[in-house]
């Protein structure tokens, strides 16, 4: 007997149900479909992974199920390596077309799409990867890039539709196991909620009425928690696409009155696949310094230090606040980000990739392409980029002047007054009786003096960039990697 003939929806990072080009392709077609989601052992076990991500994952789908549920059609999970499940699928049926989006990811994920691709051309499917918010697969260099950008945000949005689902019975070998069911049920209230329904949400209170303190309180780490979009989740995993935010900000009556804090967020939808563009372009930002130059600087690795780091006992408030932060959300303005990869490659002197997969954990709205090049930038490791080596009391007492975000965190501080809660280790043994809070007990003396370290790293990275091997990479980066001046951005 004929296997039946369908195509195959392939969900990655875009679980979404509207301005969704597979699912609209799938639609046109004349075929019946099925929608897929693949929890992949092999990368669920990657480094860059955390249960957080897979929780997000897991009840966004749970949402989009929700809304396909009237058409009779639902997203089927499955837990196996990609090649098993499209295996198992072809045994039952006839795939004509697998339609998805490209997936800017890793280079681990990278080999699973082309090892997939292979065997489509094997198999005789044919598999029609849509290009994912403006990000262009084989580019050699950045020039008309900006142009091209522009064109995809302002191409019509995708209106989905969807026929009710004909029955394809499907059984599946391989169901999520019990175990990671457990972990995936139960999500943080802490957390952003997942599901599209959610990402407009916040985008709509962002535009009516939080963003208009958006360029005021970006830095703020306390405040940037209300007035920024706070979508960066919803985009990382495809609840809302860039061009849907794009164009319900650019459009929205409100962007007169609040001009300024809309045109930089707009700007920052651009930088955030202009990272992306640059990681689809050299994915080895995960595991080497993008300027070659750099792996010749040697960071001695002390594993003390990036302990400290990882929990929260640095001995800086703010960078523990932050890190706590992080643990507890999962979300963090983008300056005190900056500052916690600053303060581990420059105040520690450790090497950057001492910190990354900790980070990736950490972050709801891990993005591989905004992640590693954000990383290195911030590193110092790209050649090209200004080398920011932050002070985390300066930052603390222009940001959290009253240390509300750091009491917030560090509870252990509250009793510390403002004029010490940037320096407690400044108090005075009488003064540590006073409030009840002991360095060295109830919270750690610095691990360094920001000084001295901050010079160490200021003289040995701004040294290394007279290097012939970090000049030659870095004519090789502008190439690749930047825009001609008169390219760049024009939101006005």
């Not at 997939?116 to 950045?142: A, E, H, M, S």
């Amino acid at each position: 007997m004929a296997r039946k003939e369908i195509n195959i929806v392939w969900l990655k990072r875009d679980i979404r149900s509207q301005d969704h080009q597979p699912l609209q392709l799938a639609e046109q077609s004349s075929l019946p479909y099925l929608i897929i989601y693949i929890f992949e052992p092999s990368v669920i076990a990657y480094p860059d992974t955390s249960n957080r991500h897979l929780q997000f994952q897991y009840h966004s789908l749970l949402k989009l199920n929700q809304k396909l549920q009237p058409f009779h059609r639902s997203v089927l999970l499955f837990y196996a390596e990609a090649l098993a499940v499209f295996s198992h699928i072809l045994q039952q049926y006839k795939i004509s077309h697998i339609f998805s989006y490209q997936e800017s990811g890793t280079a681990f994920t990278f080999e699973r799409d082309k090892a997939v691709g292979q065997y489509c051309k094997g198999n005789g499917i044919t598999w029609k990867q849509c290009q994912r918010d403006g990000i262009v697969r084989g580019l050699k260099n950045r020039q008309g890039w900006d142009q091209q950008w522009y064109a995809t945000m302002e191409a019509p949005i995708v209106v989905n539709k969807y026929s009710p689902g004909q029955p394809l019975p499907m059984p599946n070998p391989f169901p999520l196991p019990k175990d990671l069911l457990d972990q995936l049920y139960h999500y943080p209230k802490k957390f952003q909620p997942p599901g599209e329904d959610n990402a407009l949400s916040y985008l709509e209170s962002f535009v009516r009425e939080r963003g208009k303190n958006y360029s005021r309180h970006i830095s703020k780490p306390l405040e940037s928690r209300t007035s920024c979009g706070r979508i960066s989740p919803y985009i990382s995993w495809g609840n809302i696409s860039v061009k849907q935010a794009y164009q319900l900000v650019r459009a929205h009556s409100k962007i007169v009155a609040y001009k300024k804090p809309f045109h930089d967020f707009l700007t920052r939808l651009k930088w955030h696949c202009h990272f992306i563009q640059k990681f689809e372009m050299e994915c080895s930002y995960e595991y080497q310094c993008i300027n070659a130059g750099y792996e010749l600087l040697q960071h001695p690795v002390n594993e003390a230090f990036i302990r400290a780091w990882k929990t929260a006992q640095t001995g800086f408030p703010l960078i523990d606040a932050c890190m706590k932060c992080l643990q507890e959300t999962g979300w963090l303005n983008f300056r005190m980000r900056a500052m916690l990869v600053s303060f581990l490659c420059h105040h520690l002197n450790q090497d950057w990739r001492t910190g990354t997969y900790h980070l990736a954990n950490l972050f709801l709205d891990y993005e591989p392409g905004i992640h590693y090049p954000q990383f290195q930038m911030q590193a110092g490791t790209t050649g090209i980029n200004t080398i920011r080596i932050y002070n985390p009391v300066k930052q603390s007492k222009e940001h959290d002047p009253d240390g509300l975000f750091i009491k917030k965190w560090l509870p252990q501080l509250e009793p510390v007054p403002a004029s010490f809660i940037h320096e407690p280790h400044k108090m005075t043994l009488i003064e540590q009786q006073m409030f009840h809070v002991y360095i060295g007990k109830d919270y750690p003396a610095p691990l360094v003096d920001i000084t001295t370290s901050a010079r160490v790293a200021r003289t040995g990275i701004w040294g290394h960039r007279n290097n012939e091997l970090v000049k030659e990479e870095n004519r090789r980066i502008l190439f690749t990697h930047t825009r001609r001046k008169d390219e760049k951005e024009n939101l006005s």
